[in-house]
């Protein structure tokens, strides 16, 4: 036991989870000495129902890069999914609950999710070019093909949704009160989901494989090309569930609000630990990744910063994420290459 404690430790602080974990903890710390707010109740509900959708689009984004692919197009997929959905319940005059708007978003999005797909695995192209593309071409349909425009007004199903809450906290000092919304539900559902499906699954340990390196995957009896098909529907579909959890909380569909996202969403997911080649990353630090991203956007303002010096603090993050990434990267190659020389020398010795 003596012997392997510290073996562990050292095991798990080559790991990229404590260490955001304990940027994030000192982040909160400071927040909370500089404003005496952020431990408060309706700020802790706030923090948590601003990282549903961002959570979501994180959990997609991190099975692509896991994958060794990166995915670029799941805002404009989400966008054009949950516009849709919107329009079309509208001219249906559909008067049901949440159940079918996410069913038939859903849908949609498996279909651009196998749009994606398709090329990727079947044709076997870049999937950031790929990705590059059909965000064009599902922009291109959302504004041309339906003719996009603001939804102020929304199906009543979803505006109960939206409207609904597990349960509300109230700060005692300032007697501001947050809701907990009910999506976040869904997004505690996803993430033990797909947890489980990469700790227990085939699937999950071919994704694992695939970015590892797809040659070996192939040599281990893997179906790569269906694998990553597969993870595109599911990535698509995760993203759709996302766009109509974010028109459903705002009340409203707006066909641009989601586009832009993937820089950020792709960098708390780097900073989390998965490296951008693939084969290496959890969810857990995936998720303490974005939730990094979410704190530094929407509580920079409680020490006093500007909420036009948040681009400033993000930008910092995504390099610094990437940069971490990198250095695995070369850590990684140069501690293999060891093991090489290493190998070479006692074969030599014989």
């Known amino acids: 036991m003596q012997t392997s404690l510290p073996f562990t430790i050292k095991r798990i602080f080559r790991r ?19 404003s005496g707010q952020f431990f408060s109740p309706n700020n802790l509900v ?62 949609i999005g498996a279909v651009l999710g196998a749009f994606n797909g398709l090329f990727i695995s079947i044709l076997n192209l870049p999937a950031l070019i790929v990705t590059l593309g059909s965000s064009s071409v599902f922009k291109g349909v959302m504004q041309g093909a339906l003719n996009s425009k603001q939804l102020t007004v929304i199906p009543i199903g979803m505006q109960e949704f939206g409207k609904s809450s597990l349960f509300t906290a109230t700060n005692s000092i300032s007697g501001l009160t947050s809701r907990m919304p009910t999506s976040f539900i869904a997004f505690i559902l996803v993430a033990v989901a797909v947890f489980f499906m990469l700790r227990f699954t085939m699937f999950g340990r071919g994704i694992y494989g695939i970015g590892g390196s797809e040659v070996s995957a192939i040599r281990a009896g893997f179906r790569v090309k269906r694998t990553k098909f597969m993870l595109y529907v599911m990535v698509g579909m995760i993203a759709s569930l996302a766009g109509v959890i974010r028109t459903c909380m705002m009340q409203q569909c707006h066909p641009t609000n989601m586009l832009g996202m993937e820089m950020n969403i792709i960098a708390g997911v780097v900073l989390g630990g998965t490296l951008i080649t693939g084969g290496r990353g959890t969810l857990f630090g995936c998720v303490l990744g974005t939730l990094l991203i979410v704190i530094v956007e929407n509580s920079l303002i409680l020490i006093g910063v500007p909420t036009s010096f948040k681009s400033v603090f993000t930008g910092a993050l995504i390099i610094l994420g990437t940069s971490v990434s990198a250095y695995q990267m070369m850590r990684s190659s140069h501690s293999q290459r060891e093991k090489l020389l290493s190998r070479r020398e006692v074969v030599n010795e014989n």
Do not use: H, W
Not at 21 to 29: D, T
Not at 75 to 82: D, K, Y
């Open 16 to 34: 990229n989870e404590p260490y955001v974990f304990l940027v994030l903890l000192a982040l909160c710390v400071l927040i909370e000495i500089r």
């Open 46 to 107: 706030d923090i948590s129902s601003a990282l549903v959708v961002p959570g979501l689009f994180a959990i997609g984004a991190f099975l692509v890069l896991l994958s060794g692919g990166i995915d670029v197009s799941f805002p404009a997929l989400a966008s054009l999914s949950a516009y849709a959905t919107t329009k079309l319940l509208l001219v249906m005059d559909y008067q049901g609950g949440i159940l079918i708007p996410i069913l038939i978003a859903l849908l």
